[in-house]
């Protein structure tokens, strides 16, 4: 059977939003255009900066998806990774034991030629790492690589990540989960402002906190 044209699922390596590199970024630019020029938070009132009332105005949920798409889509095109496209944002009810996970869909072909591109040692390594079980955590997995299905075409989404991890650290030297794809600050910035969703309601409360900053700029250059 040709499973070449085949869509596979894939959980894509991320570190999620919650207290990671990624929450950061937002965090930078809401104080980026909310901040004066030297980057000092201007206050709202007695309690409140202007970028902390920012937030409050931000549908994070789709300001999230969004990004998450344009993570997955920054993916494909440095990784070469022609098929790859963003399904879903799956986030937890609680954040105590797992975080935002980002799942997309892509072909058997390039699942097999991730395969083909990496080292297999390296790929035996990552899976005993990961579904090794231990005290606290019963893995569902084989942590021998050996053991799982010899054709990739039955393999899920959570085999399928640990490939790509294992292939993104190949082509990616540098440590590239949430630190090097996006570490320019253009690039963040402009990815940010984007995917930033403001809630109807709040609209005319985030006009006027850009007008506050305005206001406060234009006062202390007087």
Same mark, same amino acid.
């Given at each position: 059977?040709?499973? %070449? ?19 950061? $970024? ?9 901040? #004066?020029? +030297? ?6 009132? #007695?309690? #409140?900066?202007? !970028? ?7 549908? *994070? =949920?789709?300001? *999230? ?30 954040? %105590?034991?797992?975080?935002? =996970? ?12 991730? $395969?083909? !591109? ?29 053991? *799982?299905?010899? #054709?990739? !075409?039955? &393999? ?22 949430? $630190?090097?794809?996006?570490?320019? &600050? ?16 709040? =609209?005319?409360? *985030? ?5 506050? =900053?305005?206001?406060?700029?234009? !006062? +202390? %250059?007087?």
């Amino acid at each position: 059977m040709d499973n %070449n044209n085949k869509i596979m699922e894939v959980i894509v390596p991320f570190s999620g939003f919650y207290h990671s590199v990624h929450n950061d $970024y937002f965090d930078n630019t809401l104080e980026y255009c909310f901040n #004066d020029d +030297s980057g000092s938070p201007i206050d709202y009132d #007695d309690h #409140d900066s202007l !970028a902390s009332k920012a937030s409050d105005c931000i549908n *994070w =949920r789709e300001t *999230w998806v969004c990004y998450a798409d344009a993570y997955t889509d920054m993916i494909k095109s440095d990784f070469n990774l022609d098929s790859l496209k963003f399904k879903d944002l799956i986030s937890p009810k609680y954040y %105590n034991y797992e975080t935002d =996970r980002i799942l997309a869909e892509i072909s058997f072909s390039d699942v097999m030629a991730m $395969y083909e !591109a990496i080292d297999i040692e390296d790929l035996k390594t990552k899976v005993k790492e990961l579904f090794t079980s231990c005290s606290g955590y019963i893995s569902h997995y084989p942590s021998n690589l050996d053991d *799982w299905d010899s #054709d990739l !075409a039955n &393999w899920d989404h959570n085999q399928v990540m640990t490939l790509m991890e294992v292939y993104l650290k190949k082509i990616d030297k540098e440590e590239y989960l949430g $630190y090097k794809l996006m570490d320019c &600050w253009d690039s963040y910035y402009e990815v940010c402002m984007n995917c930033i969703v403001v809630m109807p309601e709040y =609209r005319d409360e *985030w006009s006027n906190l850009h007008n506050l =900053r305005d206001q406060s700029m234009e !006062a +202390s %250059n007087e």
